[in-house]
């Protein structure tokens, strides 16, 4: 059965305490896994896409890795406007994206 | 003005009745969705249209149903609204190159 697995639930950080969220997936034919911020009461942001495994992307503060089970998102140092749910999704096939339930990151100042 | 537009972004109603959430983009995408958000389970997709002409079921359809108006425009119909279809209810669009999905701002109902 495909499943995507995100860790931790939820992670409280002291403003500039870099970290590192895990999206883990059982997936037969991924065509692409992507990441995505959701702030409260808003619809999810696209962050970044991974291809294949060793593939490395980075946007400021954020780096997403990928190898053949597992996806990392790396913070490095953030800051209090990182705090968010942080969603992982793979996509299958022509149309399906399996999604995690997401990871809740609080920064604190 | 948001790529991808969710109307209404809230909506109270009673049991039996018939809601619409309306969507409309601006990408330009074929590809539409319409996504359910329950806390602890994640997005579930309920329908997904490739074209006017093309529309699917997803893995939680039972109970809705969706209209296809035009290339930008996806909405998604409640027939007789149950409290159970309380959540948020998300639109997105997908570029079929890419794959990147990309989300309206959500519609909260509320059923009672």
């Known amino acids: 059965e495909d499943q995507v697995t995100q860790s931790p639930e939820a992670l409280r950080l002291q403003e500039g305490e870099s970290s590192s969220l895990n999206c883990s997936y059982t997936?037969?034919?991924?065509?692409?896994l992507f990441w995505y911020r959701q702030d409260p009461g808003k619809g999810p942001e696209f962050l970044f896409t991974l291809y294949s495994a060793g593939e490395e992307k980075e946007k400021e503060r954020l780096k997403a890795t990928l190898t053949k089970k597992e996806s990392f998102l790396h913070i490095t140092a953030p800051k209090p406007e990182d705090s968010a749910t942080y969603l992982c999704?793979?996509?299958?096939?022509?149309?399906?994206?399996?999604f995690g339930t997401g990871t809740r990151l609080k920064v604190l100042a | 003005d948001a790529d991808v537009t969710q109307t209404p972004r809230n909506r109270i109603t009673k049991t039996g009745k018939r809601i619409m959430l309306e969507c409309s983009q601006t990408k330009g995408h074929d590809r539409m969705y319409w996504y359910r958000q329950d806390p602890g389970l994640g997005l579930r997709l309920i329908y997904y249209s490739f074209d006017v002409k093309d529309i699917n079921k997803g893995e939680i359809s039972d109970g809705y149903s969706v209209s296809r108006q035009a290339q930008a425009k996806f909405s998604l119909s409640l027939e007789s609204a149950i409290p159970n279809q309380t959540a948020l209810y998300f639109c997105?669009?997908?570029?079929?190159?890419?794959?990147?999905?990309?989300f309206g701002e959500g519609s909260r109902l509320t059923v009672l």
């Open positions: 999704a793979v996509g299958k096939g022509t149309y399906k994206y399996i």
């Open positions: 997105a669009t997908t570029d079929s190159n890419t794959g990147e999905l990309f």
């Open positions: 997936v037969s034919g991924l065509r692409g």
